[in-house]
C-alpha cells in the first residue's frame, strides 16, 4: 500500500470500491486532459473520495498512472502469446501482435500516451516503463532465436541485415520494442499515416518480416 497507511479511509464504500473509484476517476480524466494537467484534488472531486482515503492507497498521481499502466499493459502480453508460442505461420502470428498491439493502443490511449509523456519525468514512472520494455524485449529476442536458429536463415548475431555487419540479438530486439512504442504512440496522438490502423499493421508487420525472415519475401530473378 501507499505511504500513508493508516490514515482514514472509510468513505461509505469497501476498500476495493474506493481504490477502483480512485482509478476509474483517473482514466476518465485522462480522456479529457493532459496528465501533467491533473491534480490530485481533480481526482478527488471526479472518484468523490476524500484525500485521506485517496493517500491510504496512493502516494500521489502518478501511482494510480503506474496502476493503470500496469493493468493495460498486461493485456499486450497476452496479445503477444500466440507469436512466443508458435512459429508455423510467423507472419499471420507477428502480424495478429501487431494488431492487438494497436487495438490496445487505440483503446488505453490516454493512458498509455500519458505514461509515454511522462515516464521520464518521474523515477518510479521510469523504472516501470523501461522494465515493461525490457520484458517486451526479452521475449522478443528469445523468439527471434527460436525462429532464425534451426531453418538456415542468418541467425540474429550473425548478418541479419543482408551487409557485413553482426547485429546482436537483444540490441535488434529492444529496436523492434522501442520502434513499435514510437509508432503506437504517434497513432495514439493522430499523426498520420500512423492513425490508420492498417497503415499502421501493415508497416510493422512489414519491418518485423523483413529483418526477422528476409527469406519470406520473394526475389527478383
Known sequence: MAQG????????????????AILAATRCLLDQ???????????LAAAGVARGSFYFYFAGK????????????????????????SSDDPRETIRHGISEGAKLWRAEAP??????????SDPELG???????GSFTTATAERIAVDQAPVGEAAVGGDVSG??????????????TWLGERLYYL???GVEPFAD??????????IWMSVLHPGSFSRPE
Open 5 to 20: 497507511a493508516g490514515a482514514p479511509r472509510r468513505t461509505g464504500r469497501d476498500d476495493g470500491e474506493v481504490r477502483e
Open 62 to 85: 502518478h501511482q494510480v498512472l503506474a496502476e493503470l499502466t500496469r493493468r493495460a499493459v498486461s493485456r499486450g502480453h497476452e496479445a503477444a502469446e500466440p507469436w512466443m508460442a
Open 163 to 176: 551487409g557485413n555487419s553482426e547485429v546482436d540479438t537483444g540490441d535488434l530486439a529492444a529496436a523492434l
Open 33 to 43: 486532459r493532459r496528465f501533467d494537467e491533473l491534480s490530485v484534488a481533480d481526482i
Open 197 to 206: 490502423e492498417d497503415a499502421l499493421v501493415d508497416v510493422l508487420t512489414h
Open 111 to 120: 493512458v498509455l500516451r500519458a505514461m509515454v509523456e511522462n515516464w521520464r
Open 127 to 133: 523504472e516501470l516503463w523501461l522494465g515493461m520494455m
Open 187 to 189: 497513432a495514439a496522438i
